[in-house]
T-cell receptor, first 114, second 115 residues
Framework: AQTVTQSQPEMSVQEAETVTLSCTYD???????LFWYKQPPSRQMILVIR??????QNATENRFSVNFQKAAKSFSLKISDSLLGDTAMYFC???????????FGSGTKLNVKP | DTAVSQTPKYLVTQMGNDKSIKCEQN?????MYWYKQDSKKFLKIMFS???????INETVPNRFSPKSPDKAHLNLHINSLELGDSAVYFC??????????????FGNGTRLTVT
């Protein structure tokens, strides 16, 4: 069975500072993909960043980067220079290659304070 | 242009009624999904269709019936609505299996409130 765990229900960060959101997952598969999604108060689900498990290089998208540790089954998201607009729920997600099923963590609510 | 659109955005109805939520995607994706997000924000898959064929059917009451007339559309019909059905329902789409470069693309959600 595949599981995704986000151990931080809620976090706060000051505007312009850096914050790291944690995610761990459990799987016996070797080929899979990992994603971070953002859900602002508008309710829309927005893809933030994705990582292929076969790639050792950590993915980056502007102010967002991941720390992917395959052996430890860890996939944390770092947000640099936090903006007020980064306030949202953040979901870690996992998908096994060749299967359509996406597994989501329980989410981390991030508050960016002015 | 909206990639995944679902209607209605809000739905308020009484217990026992039957309601439908419609979803359409213009991304050319082969696979569509319904997810339920409960009050604690937990996202749980309900159904998945690949090219109109049901491929994932999680433990969902049979009052919920998905229908995919073509690969661009996936509707959700709910019979005999119950209070516990109140949630946000998300439609999503992705490319076919094995193409994980295509993540889930979500609609904006339908907030269903059963009174």
């Amino acid at each position: 069975a595949q599981t995704v765990t986000q151990s931080q229900p809620e976090m706060s960060v000051q505007e312009a500072e850096t914050v790291t959101l944690s995610c761990t997952y459990d799987t016996s598969e070797n080929n899979y993909y990992l994603f971070w999604y953002k859900q602002p108060p508008s309710r829309q689900m927005i893809l933030v960043i994705r990582q292929e498990a076969y790639k050792q290089q950590n993915a980056t998208e502007n102010r967002f980067s991941v720390n992917f540790q395959k052996a430890a089954k860890s996939f944390s998201l770092k947000i640099s220079d936090s903006l007020l607009g980064d306030t949202a729920m953040y979901f870690c997600a996992f998908m096994v290659y060749n299967f359509n099923k996406f597994y989501f963590g329980s989410g981390t609510k991030l508050n960016v304070k002015p | 242009d909206t990639a995944v659109s679902q209607t209605p955005k809000y739905l308020v109805t009484q217990m026992g009624n039957d309601k439908s939520i419609k979803c359409e995607q213009n991304l050319g994706h082969d696979t569509m999904y319904w997810y339920k997000q409960d009050s604690k924000k937990f996202l749980k898959i309900m159904f998945s269709y690949n090219n109109k064929e049901l491929i994932i059917n999680e433990t969902v009451p049979n009052r919920f019936s998905p229908k995919s007339p073509d690969k661009a559309h996936l509707n959700l019909h709910i019979n005999s609505l119950e209070l516990g059905d109140s949630a946000v329902y998300f439609c999503a789409s992705s490319q076919a299996p094995g193409t994980g470069r295509s993540p889930l693309h979500f609609g904006n959600g339908t907030r269903l409130t059963v009174t």
